[in-house]
């Protein structure tokens, strides 16, 4: 009897999910709506006051929303859902390069000095400004540094451990 039933419930579970007893399973974005035609989303923008506020609600009617009525972004892969996150993740990438090419910059051009030390401690306010302006293009620099071999260093100048 004890193993009569567990197979018995495996059979029937079989056959229910072959019928089409088990519910249907919706591939939409995890439950999301437009915001235009959420409940919740509308009754927030009705209680905007300011302009602004109006302004940022009718922006985010485009969006789509939870059943919070908060607009939220999908980042699925999906090309109609590209600005939700690409272009701030393009630009998120573009100022930590910035910020990784300047201090490079003023690295290079302070390590051969006799007080290179100083200088990474108290910082050479002329030379991280122009440092900073000269990052701006930072990604044609890289590119060309890569081609012209002086981004990479040689694997002879590389240290290894001895294990």
Do not use: N
Not at 6 to 34: E, K, N, Q, W
Not at 35 to 53: I, L, N, P, V
Not at 110 to 125: F, N, P
Not at 138 to 144: D, E, K, N, T, Y
């Amino acid at each position: 009897m004890r193993r009569l039933f567990p197979r018995l419930f495996a059979a029937l579970l079989s056959v229910f999910l072959l019928i089409g007893v088990a519910p249907a399973a919706h591939a939409d974005v995890a439950g999301l709506t437009p915001c235009a035609e959420s409940a919740r989303f509308q009754q927030r923008a009705a209680g905007a006051k300011t302009d602004q506020a109006k302004a940022r609600f009718e922006m985010y009617s485009q969006a789509v929303c939870g059943a919070d009525g908060l607009p939220h972004l999908i980042v699925d892969g999906r090309w109609s859902h590209a600005g939700d996150f690409m272009i701030p993740g393009i630009a998120f990438l573009y100022i930590a390069g910035c910020i990784g090419w300047a201090g490079r910059s003023y690295v290079i051009a302070v390590r051969g000095r006799k007080d290179a030390t100083m200088h990474e401690i108290q910082i050479d306010l002329p030379l991280a400004i122009k440092s900073t302006i000269g990052a701006a293009t930072w990604p044609l620099a890289a590119f060309g540094e890569l081609t012209s071999g002086k981004l990479l260093e040689s694997d002879d100048k590389i240290t290894v451990s001895p294990r």
